[in-house]
């Protein structure tokens, strides 16, 4: 494992981002539409870089939100960049649909008329005495919602509820509140918008404040209708980077599926450009890899070299497994990767070196030069495919014994 490692990191590597998305699309549903999602996939993944203490650049896919939206085709999905959207109505048709510039609060309680607390018995024997208790339970209320507004607050995003009592005061504000938000997208604009997300306006003095620094900022915030569903957008978020995908289809097959596709590419893309290299894909790296161990295998006079020879047979696995799934003549097809890259390891002759990049092309059945038609995975995949699959076979024969449960004599019975 570690010579595989060490012969993949000392080869030579081309670099491009677009290749590495089509690679990763072209075996799924989505495929035929790359030329679409590899722009996008791209885009979206340079958009939210960021930079840590230690200098490096990190592309952090989760600051990526795929969404999902039936109607038109996929040719019409889009990305929004540095922005968040979420697939949610505005809590009135009445609040404005779009708020710019932005200023944002974020709750995880309700927004709705207070109640006197359970087991409170009070005894009112004046019925004037009574309304004003129930005026002060709505003043209560409108007082908090005015502390929020009284900040700049133009939109307040809640996980819980906004009752019709606290809406009238909102909408007579002109403020574009939403309710019902998912704590994992609450937390998402909290991070992107620099917004805190509180639990109670109560001050450690027993009174209630919300304080500017508390809400965050964004260039607009908008409520438009996608197909049958309506969506909120954040757009121009102010703390943090972060991008959302739109995926337009047909039907929900078709949607989850370029969903899925969307993210292993993303993580592709998002792996080069962290790891800065890329190496051929098609099965040339395991074929060159195989040889090369065949070759140091002999180096070795003892059983080691049956070893090392089993290690370089079973790299060949991954070649033959995509000829076979391609139907094709996967022993024909890994004779000829074979040559190629036997003589590209051998020969000074620079034409022959280029065969290093050769893999199979399981549309025509034939092999390539994989870097010239743009057939590449991130490197740092394969040498974890390589660490991981040698550490599951390490555990696997370190088991020396079966522990059988026996059956239930009824069941054996029947």
Known sequence: MRESIKYIQDGPRPDTLMNIARTSLSSKFI???SAVFCQIIVDAVKAVKIVNPQGKAKYPVNQINVLQSHGQSSHESVLIPNGYAMRIMRASQEMPAWVAPAKIALLDFDLKKHRMSMNVNIVIDDPEELERVRQK????????IQKILDTGVNAIFTTKGIDDFAMKYLVEAGVLGVRRVDKKDIKRIAKVTGAQVLLTLATADGDEAFDASYAGAADEVTNERVGDNDFVFIKGCKASKA???LIRGANEFMLEEASRSVHDALCAVSRTLESNAVVPGGGAVET???LHLEDHARTYDTYEQWAIAEFAEALLTIPKTLAINAALDAIDLLAALRVRHHASQQASDPKKKDYKWYGLD???GTVRNQVVNGVLEPMVSKLKSLKFATEAAITILRIDDLVRIAPDPQDEAQ
């Open 31 to 33: 495929g035929s539409e």
């Open 137 to 144: 339970e709505m003043d209560i209320t409108k007082e908090k």
């Open 243 to 245: 991008c959302s995908i």
């Open 288 to 290: 060159a890899v195989s």
């Open 362 to 364: 399981l549309i025509n």
